[in-house]
């Protein structure tokens, strides 16, 4: 298969997946979560992956949690990372599916990132067959807090199998 048609594939993929993507979005968007402070929004994405049959690590870095899809062929283990936190921020966008936690909102799109990142996995678990390598996929607690990238990768998110390239939302 060449790229072109991997391409085809995910952007189809992708596109029927819009609206369920969307959903989590706002679900996630209505209950914001502040740094280390993500239960809610890491059982949403613990529950999601384990609806899709994904092998995860829940509990790094406090509320963290690192998927792995292995593909079908040897090849590089490359990993996507998303934030989950929120913001300490008065929501006033009178959005149907607005902030329901007084002083706190998803202000930095971190709502988006975490639905953007279970989309991937979806898309991408369900084409495991033809992926060569392996995909970690990274959900980060408490980036606005500070310092969760580095519990993270000290409680190893990046090893076992060991990640040779991260490509991550901001």
């Not at 209950?31 to 402070?37: D, K, T």
């Not at 090849?75 to 990372?81: I, Q, T, Y």
């Amino acid at each position: 298969m060449d790229e072109k048609e991997v391409f085809e594939i995910i952007s189809k993929e992708s596109l029927a997946r819009a609206d369920w993507m969307w959903a989590l979005r706002t679900r996630i968007h209505r209950y914001p979560e502040l740094g280390y402070e993500e239960l809610q929004t890491s059982d949403i994405v613990a529950s999601v992956l384990a609806d899709l049959g994904i092998e995860m690590r829940r509990g790094i870095a406090g509320t963290g949690i690192v998927g792995l899809i292995s593909g079908s062929a040897p090849g590089p283990v490359v990993a996507l990372r998303a934030d989950m936190d929120a913001l300490p921020v008065t929501e006033k966008t009178g959005a149907p599916y607005a902030s329901t936690r007084p002083g706190i909102m998803h202000a930095c799109g971190h709502d988006g990132h975490t639905a953007m990142l279970l989309g991937a996995a979806a898309v991408l678990s369900s084409m495991k067959g033809i992926l060569p390598g392996s995909l970690k996929l990274i959900f980060q607690p408490g980036e606005e807090a500070g310092g969760a990238a580095e519990r993270m990768v000290s409680e190893g998110a990046l090893a076992d199998p060991n990640v040779q390239l991260i490509y991550g939302v901001h």
